[in-house]
């Protein structure tokens, strides 16, 4: 399908997926792209607060970065993680590698910094127009008429919306505006955990941590991670329950904060020289899954990436799903013949997937809390890594399959990776003593090799 260049493609969000759709459209040669966006240009203007500042890249959005033909902008950006530094009450720390690989690593990005890149890139182009301060105030598919406010002058408009897709983010505007309507149908999965973003800075021009892995302060219930930046600084991030007696409202004023913290994370509190003061002045922010049904409407609107089918961030996918978006809906353009059946179509293949991310987000953030420091976990977790060194073929840890292997899809990751866990349970033994050929009967009555169904 070609688009009529006299037909502009609107592109509501000009976050990191939205950015991205328009320079992968405009590389397509989808005529005229439109991109609208509610805050000031970020190029120009920082970065608002409330929002994640540090993102986990992992293969499947360097795969999409790198059919957009931006990646080696990117890279300079990236700083490697090659696994997860747990601390432990005692203060010692012990490195859980994501793989076994040199290439099995995942990367921290600042989320303003590589909005930039992307909204540069598509800017590059003549075909793309960009219009920040616009606040999109819905569709009607009735009117054919997407609605939007100037925020600089106050006035209201209209513009043609067939087409559009929506990438402004969980919160969508264009999403609540079909709601609203009773376009689709929305259900919200409030985690009863908050978070809360602190600042780790260099100590003496150097990072206070390992910059090579993401910090994780497991607690069982809650946890504190880090993630490393550029700047050699590490933005540390706390979930916490919303209330109870381990909650946020448990913490009222800058003494119970710093009780808190000399608690449950001591060998902190030296590296967050202003603790109290970032934790009253920065806003909590709340985390849920969302879940929209249908995708689209009449093949005149769409919703893509946080729009669609926002997850928690425990497994670092929310970026990598929604940029897989863009590669998945990409590909599916020369076949379509036109917007109703491209629409459907990306929704049909897709939401099985961005479904199956969704479940293994929740329950990675078990695992990250609760399970990282449990000697069982652990046992598994090498176990898993020895199989996969003996049957490379048919078992590679659900783990890496996300993260590492793009060309498994989520669904297939997350079928298999119940059937492994099963075959891991059989397996494990207290003393180590592993019945390897127990491992490859299990393995290769239970798993086809990979690449065939």
Known sequence: MRADSDQPINIV?????GALLGVTFMRHGCGAIRLWDRRPDPRRTRMERGRSINLALAARGIRALEHA??????????IPMRGRMIHDRSG???????GQREHEVIYSIGRGELN???????????????????????????????RFRNEVSGAEYNVELTPTIGTDGAGSALRNSLLAAKHLSVREDWLDHDYKELTIPPVDGRPA????????????????????????SFTATLFLARHGPRSFDALPDSQAVLD???????????????????FQAHPS??????????????????????????????????????????VELDALLDEAEDWPSLFAEFERARRPNTEAIAQMALENYTEMRDTVLDPGFVRKKALSLELERRFPDRFIPRYAMVMFHPEIAYARALERGTIQAQILSELDREDGKTDFALAARLINERLPALGRA
């Open 13 to 17: 969000g000009a976050g990191l997926a």
């Open 69 to 78: 033909g931006v990646m080696e902008k990117v890279r300079p950006l990236l």
């Open 92 to 98: 010692s720390a012990t490195l859980q590698p994501y």
């Open 116 to 146: 930039r890149v992307l909204i540069e890139e598509a800017a590059r182009h003549q075909d793309v127009t960009i219009r920040f301060n616009q606040t999109c105030l819905g569709a009607d598919p009735g009117q054919n008429a997407l």
């Open 209 to 232: 941590l390992d910059l090579n892995a993401l910090h994780i302060w497991p607690r069982g219930g809650f946890m504190l991670i880090a993630l490393p930046n550029v700047d050699l």
């Open 260 to 278: 808190f913290f000399c608690e449950e994370f001591p060998d902190t509190v030296p590296l967050i020289p202003n603790l109290t003061t970032e």
């Open 285 to 326: 922010g709340q985390l849920a899954t969302v879940h929209a049904a249908p995708w689209q409407v009449g093949g005149q609107v769409m919703l893509l990436g946080d729009a669609a089918h926002a997850i928690v961030p425990f497994h670092g996918q929310g970026m990598n799903a929604a940029f897989e978006d863009c």
